[in-house]
């Protein structure tokens, strides 16, 4: 199949040889949208694009990310214009406050649904970010263009099948998403295939981590590594995705 703009960075990452190419993917992007944020070219800066960033805001881990990245300014930006609508909210959320009347079985509930409107908010606060929902839409986007060249790409459906597979957090994506974009008889050959992948893979890894192990007794210190010089970093890849070892992804001054 000839390489198109949306089909090159999934055959990027295919060729990339990595444990799951999906994990090569979401680095990209993700580092992509960091750069978007807050890199040099200031898109902090723009009205459209911080109204979109204080009303979605960010999840734990991209704040770190955005720590970790610098820009002591544009941070300050979008944190200081955050700021002023969260506490307008929370004003808000505050003064239509009114709690709710306590019940004897609730106080014996494990787990009680949240009904304080307060906590709602929080939690609704909590699961929206900016970054994510850039990225859960863009991960969409390639979902769809694997099962496209899957089903009518052969070289690239050969290389999935030679390939190291995938990790389990992206796995489970790659099954789910198959139920929409894969017929009956699609998913007759699908399925066999990506499970006969993911056992050999996992197999090959546990395999990397046993040698890892024998190689801390003394007995085969003179012995090859094989491949498990980085089996912590790929084990944990594997499964969970990401990349343990990766260093910080800082702004390029």
């Given amino acids: 199949m000839k390489e198109t703009l949306y089909t090159i960075p999934l055959n990027d990452a295919v060729n990339a040889g990595d444990e799951c190419p999906f994990c090569y993917i979401e680095r990209a992007v993700e580092q992509d949208l960091m750069d978007f944020v807050l890199g040099s070219g200031s898109s902090y800066m723009e009205s459209d694009v911080r109204e979109a960033t204080d009303k979605a805001g960010f999840c734990r881990e991209h704040f770190k ?23 307008r909210e929370m004003a808000s959320q505050f003064k239509e406050f009114t709690p709710n009347k306590s019940t004897l079985m609730g106080k014996f509930k494990k787990n009680p649904q949240r009904i304080n409107p307060v906590a709602v908010w929080v939690e609704e606060k909590e699961k929206s970010c900016y970054i994510c929902n850039r990225f859960a839409d863009t991960y969409e986007r390639y979902m ?3 099962f496209f060249m899957y089903k009518k790409d052969e070289d690239f459906r050969k290389r999935i099948k030679e390939s190291k597979g995938f990790c389990l957090h992206h796995f489970g994506d790659l099954c789910e998403a198959s139920e929409t974009r894969l017929n009956d008889k699609e998913k007759k050959e699908f399925y066999p295939a990506m499970f006969e992948l993911m056992e050999k893979n996992m197999a090959r890894m546990q395999e990397d981590l046993d040698w890892l192990v ?18 912590i970093q790929r084990g944990m890849q594997k499964l969970k995705g990401g990349y343990p070892a990766d260093p910080v992804y800082k702004m390029n001054k």
């Fill in 214 to 231: 024998e190689k801390f007794d003394y007995r085969n210190e003179g012995a090859d590594w094989k491949n498990s010089r980085d089996a």
């Fill in 65 to 87: 990310k955005m720590f970790d990245y610098g820009n002591t300014l544009g941070n300050g930006w979008i944190l200081k214009t955050h700021y002023m609508k969260m506490n």
């Fill in 144 to 146: 769809d263009t694997f």
